[in-house]
Structures are given as structure tokens and as C-alpha cells.
């Protein structure tokens, strides 16, 4: 079974940084990529960033030059380092690993960033 876990979330002020992880549990065939989604509101989540099997990355423009994604296969995890906090950061963030058949999330950790 595969299961993934988030962790790293927490409340903070604009300005600071944050360093969410992703840890990836159980057998996972055929992955395409791995990324980050922010959902600041009910039932919409948003692309943050991803990284491809290829080693390609990919961010959405408000968080380019800010976020970074990275893997550790060894450790099965994914991170996502977050700096220069804004506003508009604010929400949960979840995992996603997404193989040629099936999507997988995670349960979420919450991000709030005050002014």
C-alpha cells in the first residue's frame, strides 16, 4: 500500500522560510513525477512545483525563484523549500506522485503565512 506523508507545515511570518517534506511509503511503479499543490481553497488545488523522472523541473510563476523542489531517493522523500514567504502562500500542501496509472496524495500540512 502506498501512502505518503507530509510534514514540515507551520505558522509563520511574511519574510521567512519553511522546508516542507513528503515521505513516500510502499511500492511505486512507473512514476512519472513528483510534486506540490497548494489548496487555499474548498476543492481547488493548485500546481506549486514538480519534478519529473527525467530530473526536469517545474514551478508556477508565484513561486519561481522562491520554492525549490529536491528529492532524496535513498530516503524516498521529496521536499520543498520555501522562502520569502508571502500572503498568498497560505493554505495545505499536498504531495503528489503521479504514475502512468494513478495519482497519489497525500493528507495535507498547513501553511499559514501572517503579514
Known amino acids: 500500500q502506498v501512502q505518503l506523508v507530509e510534514s514540515g507545515g507551520g505558522s509563520v511570518q511574511a519574510g521567512r522560510s519553511l522546508r516542507l517534506s513528503c515521505v513516500v511509503s510502499g511500492i511505486v511503479e512507473n512514476v512519472n513525477s513528483m510534486g506540490w499543490y497548494r489548496e487555499a481553497t474548498e476543492n481547488e488545488r493548485l500546481f506549486v512545483a514538480e519534478?519529473?523522472?527525467?530530473?526536469?523541473?517545474d514551478y508556477a510563476d508565484s513561486v519561481r525563484g522562491r520554492f525549490t523542489i529536491s528529492r532524496d531517493i535513498a530516503k524516498n522523500t521529496l521536499y520543498l523549500q520555501m522562502n520569502s514567504l508571502k500572503p498568498d502562500d497560505t493554505g495545505t500542501y499536498y504531495c503528489?506522485?503521479?504514475?502512468?496509472?494513478?495519482?497519489?496524495w497525500g493528507q495535507g500540512t498547513q501553511v499559514t503565512v501572517s503579514s
Open positions: 503528489n506522485v503521479a504514475t502512468d496509472t494513478q495519482d497519489y
Open positions: 519534478i519529473f523522472s527525467s530530473g526536469r523541473f
